[in-house]
């Protein structure tokens, strides 16, 4: 087991981290950047490094910065958390040449998921379905426009690097093409430093649905069921669930199986999780694979009881795995509400700034990963999540309830949050009836409430504490 670990990371999942490895009896180092210095994670690890400015790039991206810090401070391991260079095959490969440990795959296996090309031509061997489109990256819009026309419209213009939505555009028409191609480029060159495009069909109103695996070393992969993460914004997650509903016995099993086959396939450790679009008819396709631990991993750990993030370390330290798919069961449901810094009645601006008063709730099945506390100063030079709300029922009706109470609980002021969109979306008669899919978001703001500022005006429960509007 590891002796040592350097958190390259920062926010909530810097802090879970440490926890993790404070209940395994591992040391932590955090690397920090200037904007982080008072930050949870930075107070509760065991030391903490400062590896650069606010800027990622001079920072967290900023790989020599980082491998200084984990070789200066003796650590034997690094773990990347999620995002930033979690999924960068190079920080990986130079831990391997240095005798650092990495807590997540191989090189390897981050470069053939990495490019999204490849990584459907990989799943396509080894048997999984995929959504009919280019096998290679489009080499000019000519190209496009050519392939556009024989698959059909509408098609998903995609970048070869690409995740989180960015380099991503719908085309409905030939006409369409030519533009969503350069703009898609243009997109995926400066959020991924590779401007190569792919298309495949487009999928009206699709379930998100992902499988979550574990795997060792020694090839022993087990799945922990499904998540449902439909519910997006700008195809950025907003709130997720487990286990997927309104999904039959029979297509769990399916998708949890191509999953492991998926897994086996590339010779993958430590947690990953395959993302797959499922349509109206129940048929599913891969669309791609993360390698790294996921925002809402929360959940699968409250349906199984299983801690991820100590069994991500374990597999990366070479342990064998304990479990055996029989061994896992799903028990009762969990929802995962993120929590963003965001002004929703401002199209979700996000926003940044100190927190004048934090106080999360608590109850039967509510947990909270956050790194927020009163005094808090969040930047504005990262993302805006503030923490993740979850909640765990004995089925899903009292998941959602627990949810309701939690977001009326949970008081941040300071700064404008997404709890006022969480609490009408719960409320909504789709929701509730588990009528999700990927374009539901989008109709639901459309659905609210414009006033004469052109301001969104959400009806949903706003708490009120000594005058001071919270949300």
Known sequence: MFKKILVANRGEIALRIVRACEELGIATVVAYSEADRDTLAVRLADEAVCIGPAAPARSYLHIPSIISAADMTGCDALHPGYGFLSENPYIAEICEKMGIGFIGPSPNAIQM????????????????????????????????????????????????????????????????????????????????GNPDVYLERYLYQPRHIEVQVLADQAGNVVHLGTRDCSLQRRHQKILEEAPAPGISDRLAERLGAAAVKGTKAIKYHTVGTFEFLVDESGDFFFIEMNTRIQVEHGIS???????????????????????????????????????????????????????????????????????????????????????????????????????????????????????????????DSRFVAGDVHTGLVAEWVAEQVIDSNGLLRVDATVGRLNGKVTS
């Open 113 to 192: 998921m990495a490019n999204k090309v490849e990584a459907r031509k990989l799943m396509r061997q080894a048997g999984l379905p995929i959504i009919p489109g280019t096998e290679e990256a489009l080499l000019n819009a000519d190209q496009a426009q050519a392939v556009g026309d024989e698959i059909g419209y509408p098609l998903l213009m995609k970048a070869v690097g690409g995740g989180g939505g960015r380099g991503m555009r719908v085309v409905n028409s030939s006409d369409e093409l030519i533009e969503a191609y350069n703009v898609a480029k243009s997109e995926a060159s400066l959020a991924f």
């Open 301 to 427: 750990e409250m349906v199984t009881g299983i801690d991820l993030v100590k069994w991500q370390i374990r597999t990366a330290a070479g342990e064998t795995l304990t479990l055996k798919q029989k061994d896992i069961t799903i028990t009762g449901h969990a929802l995962e509400c993120r929590i963003n810094a965001e002004d929703v009645e401002r199209g979700f601006l996000p926003q940044g700034g100190p927190i004048e008063l934090f106080l999360a709730p608590g109850g039967p099945g509510v947990r909270v990963d956050s790194h927020l506390y009163s005094g808090y100063v969040a930047p504005s030079n990262y993302d805006s999540l503030l923490g993740k709300l979850m909640t765990w029922g004995k089925d899903r009706h009292e998941a959602i309830a627990r949810m309701k109470r939690a977001l009326k609980e949970c008081i941040i002021v300071g700064l404008p949050t997404t709890i006022p969109f969480h609490q009408g979306i719960l409320t």
